[in-house]
């Protein structure tokens, strides 16, 4: 047995997941909600006055962040249950962000929209988040000056002013998912009509929309890539419960499981309609799929994986979030493939950890070329995001030996239980 690792960090034990048998996974877990709808709900509550209920919302760190931020702001937010929120808001908000929170989430960025759209105003520094290459807001600010709004940015910091938004025709040379979101907030109470062409469809913004119909905002052509917003009086929006759409993501890490550890489990909440996409690949590599009428989604392993080729797109594409899952599965697949990056050139930095882990990943720019071995080998790796940390507990499931990850904070700021989860259907792994 190789040695207990737990790292002390000025003097706080840092934790360690470990990985040292696996598959075939068998039984039934339920997919918690998604992060990247959740955190953006949160956001959007600033909108209106009165009590907000979440449901379905997940044990995770950024979660945890949020509130925080929406705290400093003035709201009062509170656990209801193990999976619940509420959300209250009376009056006047604070609409200077604090740095050191809006630094440690991507979805800060989220509170541009709504905060300047009901406040008028916001202060906020560049965002954080995961640490896969550039990514600007350049989208945000042009779409917010076309409504009107005066942007200014010094020293990291971004002021957005605009004493009342007004429609405007914005056209997107790509559909940013964070752009949308943040446009079609801010044109909620914009005096006249908004379009947004060339809008992002991902699920989790046709739920950011659906929760914003519930809180009485105009909004047409949801899920569609033209968006139409007819803004309504700033008296007009009320306060409304929502449950959070299943997290696509997460569901797509215990498929991934099951492809490299063998088995069959029934992924409760699971959405197939979500992840068209996703699992036709997973179909041509061999997975099985059998739907759950209105409970969910089956997901069974025959044997060795065949390599297919994968390239990410925007929805309904392969999202780049399952890319790192992906190849964690050619890892061990038969056969050669290409996997190629057409959101962020960058987000590779796990391939050296996989490559660690025994896998045989040649990149080539955004490309990476990868040809399957029967299994991978244990050892010592560190999760640099959020992805890239469930990337490497998949292919700690697919290798010989014991893995351990390190960099588990990352993974605990998107995953709810992942360890829980996976050691309830079978898996060998534990958090030290
Ligand atoms: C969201 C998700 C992230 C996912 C991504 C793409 C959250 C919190 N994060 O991120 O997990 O990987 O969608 O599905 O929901 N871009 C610009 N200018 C802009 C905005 C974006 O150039 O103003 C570029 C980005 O650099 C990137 C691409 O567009 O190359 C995608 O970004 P976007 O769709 O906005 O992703 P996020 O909302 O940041």
């Known amino acids: 047995m190789p040695h207990h690792r737990t790292e002390t960090i000025g003097g706080v034990a840092e934790p360690v997941i470990r990985i040292d048998h696996n598959g075939p996974l068998t039984g039934e877990i339920r997919v918690p909600g998604a992060k990247n709808s959740v955190l953006k709900l949160m956001a959007a509550t600033v909108l209106a006055d009165g009590e907000f209920l979440l449901s379905n919302v997940p044990a995770i760190v950024d979660v945890e962040i949020m509130s925080q931020l929406l705290r400093s702001l003035g709201s009062i937010v509170e656990p209801v249950d193990s999976d619940s929120l509420l959300i209250r808001h009376e009056g006047d908000m604070s609409t200077e962000v604090p740095s050191e929170l809006a630094g440690q989430l991507r979805a800060s960025i989220n509170l541009l929209g709504p905060l300047v759209a009901r406040f008028g105003r916001i202060q906020i ?15 945000h600010i042009s779409g917010l000056e076309a409504m009107g709004a005066t942007c200014h940015f010094a020293g990291g910091v971004l002021t957005v002013h605009a004493s009342r938004l007004k429609g405007a025709n914005i056209r997107f040379s790509f559909p940013s998912v964070g752009a949308t979101e943040n446009l079609v907030m801010a044109a909620i109470f914009a005096d006249g009509e908004t379009t947004i062409d060339g809008a992002a469809r991902e699920p989790e913004v046709v739920d950011l929309c659906r929760f914003l119909v519930a809180m009485g905002a105009h909004i047409e052509g949801i899920g569609e890539s033209t968006l139409r917003i007819t803004g309504v009086p700033r008296g007009a929006l009320n306060s409304a419960s929502h449950r959070v759409v299943p997290d696509r993501i997460q569901a797509a890490t215990y498929v991934a499981s099951v492809a490299v550890a063998g088995g069959e489990i029934d992924m409760i909440d699971a959405q197939r309609g979500d992840m068209e996409m996703f699992l036709r690949r997973c179909t041509e590599m061999g997975l099985e799929f059998t739907e759950l009428v209105g409970t969910g989604l089956r997901v069974a392993s025959s044997g060795r994986l065949t390599a297919v080729d994968v390239q990410t797109l925007p929805y309904p594409g392969v999202a780049t979030d399952y890319k790192p899952l992906v ?3 050619l890892s061990v697949a038969n056969g050669s493939a290409v996997v190629t990056e057409n959101l962020y050139p960058g987000r590779f930095k796990y391939v050296d950890e996989l490559i660690a882990l025994g896998a045989n990943i040649t990149m080539h720019e955004h490309h990476a070329e990868i040809t399957g071995l029967p299994r991978l080998s244990g050892t010592e790796v560190t999760a640099h995001d959020i992805r890239a940390g469930a990337a490497l507990v998949v292919a700690g499931l697919a290798a010989d030996g014991v893995t351990t990850i390190s960099g588990v904070g990352h993974i605990d700021r998107g995953y709810d239980d992942l ?12 958090r030290d």
Do not use: E, W, Y
């Not at 360890?419 to 534990?430: D, E, K, T």
């Open 419 to 430: 360890v829980g989860r996976l050691r309830g259907i079978g898996a060998g792994i534990r």
């Open 327 to 329: 190849i964690a599965m």
């Open 125 to 139: 520094a560049l965002p954080g988040g995961d640490d896969f290459g550039l990514r600007p807001i350049d989208m």
